[in-house]
């Protein structure tokens, strides 16, 4: 089974209210990520996992966190929402970092509405 | 600059016609990976493919990395085709993806 879950599809948000995201795999993939994904736009990575390591990017540091309380898990966390947030919110999970090696496996997406 | 090319940004072929999808990167990328889009947002993987060339159904995907480039052939298109191809490759840790190809097929 090579299938990542997301909860829930589609997320509509308050502006300044917090928003939470799940993932799930249960491939025993070391490494979990989120990316964010606007209208014509490339994704983009947010932040990943690496076992129970967390790495954010630099450019979005300060606006996501994210926790991972056992290997399957992973979400990704809204303090404040803002109606930049709007975007698809894409998980994707490999079974080592090194994905030179190895390949990522995407779920369905989480569409988060800011209003 | 941008660091995965993608050409055309947009295509519309009559179903039936072939189309050659384009990916071009600045780095010395060791994988590359093409991604279909579903017009409702889910990313599906199509190609894993360092090098060479890969086949799935009407599906062929061609890596030549030490030109750093690829390319994704789709014969026979059909209208459920109809949606956005992305590439990407792996740089370090993690993959970039370049901004797409959004191609449309009409009955």
């Known amino acids: 089974d090579t299938t990542v879950k997301q909860n829930p599809r589609y997320k509509l948000a308050r502006v300044g209210k917090p928003v939470n995201l799940i993932c799930s795999q249960t491939?025993?993939?070391?490494?979990m990520y989120w990316y964010q994904k606007k209208p014509n736009q490339a994704p983009k990575l947010l932040l990943f996992?690496?076992?129970?390591?967390?790495?954010r990017e630099a450019d979005t540091f300060e606006k996501f966190q994210s926790s991972r309380p056992n290997n399957s898990f992973c979400s990704l966390y809204i303090g404040s929402a803002g109606l930049e947030y709007s975007a698809m919110y894409l998980c994707?999970?490999?079974?080592?970092?090194?994905?030179?090696?190895?390949?990522?496996?995407f779920g369905p997406g989480t569409r988060l509405t800011v209003l | 600059g941008q660091q995965v090319q993608q050409s055309p940004a947009s295509l519309v072929l009559q179903e039936g016609e072939n189309a050659e999808l384009q990916c071009n990167f600045s780095?010395?990328?060791?994988?590359l990976q093409w991604f279909y889009q579903h017009p409702g947002g889910r990313l599906v993987s199509l190609f894993y493919?360092?090098?060479g060339t890969k086949h799935t159904g009407r599906l062929t995907s061609t890596t030549v990395t030490n030109e750093r480039r690829g390319s994704l052939h789709i014969s026979s298109s059909q209208t459920t085709d109809s949606g956005t191809y992305f590439c990407?490759?792996?740089?370090?840790?993690?993959?970039?993806f370049g901004t797409g190809t959004s191609l449309l097929v009409d009955p």
């Open positions: 994707a999970s490999s079974r080592d970092r090194d994905i030179s090696s190895y390949e990522q496996y």
């Open positions: 491939m025993n993939h070391d490494t």
């Open positions: 996992y690496y076992d129970k390591i967390l790495n």
């Open positions: 780095s010395t990328a060791t994988r």
């Open positions: 493919n360092p090098s």
């Open positions: 990407a490759i792996n740089m370090g840790y993690k993959l970039t």
